[in-house]
């Protein structure tokens, strides 16, 4: 684990609720922060029921779907300009952007939720082609609705249900998660 896990870690024993939820927030955004150690030990805090379990998970999917809007929103209103200029960075050339966009209009809702609770890491391109491409923000936030809940209802139950020894799948679930993602 290195020095912002621990250091959100210790955040997180004292101002759970916050922590958690900017954490989530800004990852959703786009930024490289360790939310699956943050959701999985939020999930393993709320064993004893302090923090509430279920507003610990409304905070978290709360936060996560406003992530998600707001790099939605943003390839909404920059349009190309936000692909042309930072979707090299992420992968999105527009040689992928065209075939991407065809492929929204049919498995846009499956692509949503998938890229929210398994293939964690194209959540950011996902979201941009999605505003990019003008998917309907409705269809969009019900997805994105669905594959959070998921995600957070899954890692903090894996959490909860593992307790203090919820540690021990860290390095399982990067291995998972990396795996699935290639």
């Known amino acids: 684990m290195n020095d912002l896990a621990a250091a959100l870690l210790a955040w997180l024993l004292v101002y759970s609720y916050p922590v958690v939820g900017l954490t989530v927030l800004v990852a959703a955004i786009g930024a490289p922060l360790p939310t699956t150690v943050i959701v999985l030990a939020a999930g393993a805090m709320s064993a004893d029921g302090d923090p509430n379990p279920f507003a610990l998970a409304a905070v978290i999917v709360l936060a996560a779907v406003a992530g998600d809007l707001a790099s939605f929103a943003i390839a909404r209103w920059g349009g190309g300009v936000v692909l042309t200029r930072w979707g090299p960075?992420?992968?999105?050339?527009?040689?992928?952007?065209?075939?991407?966009?065809?492929?929204?209009?049919?498995?846009?809702g499956l692509l949503v939720v998938a890229t929210r609770c398994v293939l964690t890491g194209l959540a950011l391109p996902t979201?941009?082609?999605?505003?990019?491409?003008?998917?309907?923000?409705?269809?969009?936030?019900?997805?994105?609705?669905?594959?959070?809940?998921?995600?957070a209802g899954g890692l903090m139950g894996l959490g909860w249900w593992y307790g203090a020894n919820w540690v021990a799948l860290l390095d399982y679930l990067n291995d998972a998660f990396t795996a699935i993602t290639a």
């Open 89 to 108: 960075r992420v992968g999105l050339t527009p040689e992928r952007v065209v075939p991407l966009e065809r492929r929204f209009e049919h498995w846009g």
């Open 127 to 151: 979201n941009l082609v999605a505003g990019t491409g003008g998917y309907p923000l409705r269809y969009f936030l019900g997805y994105a609705l669905v594959g959070e809940s998921i995600w």
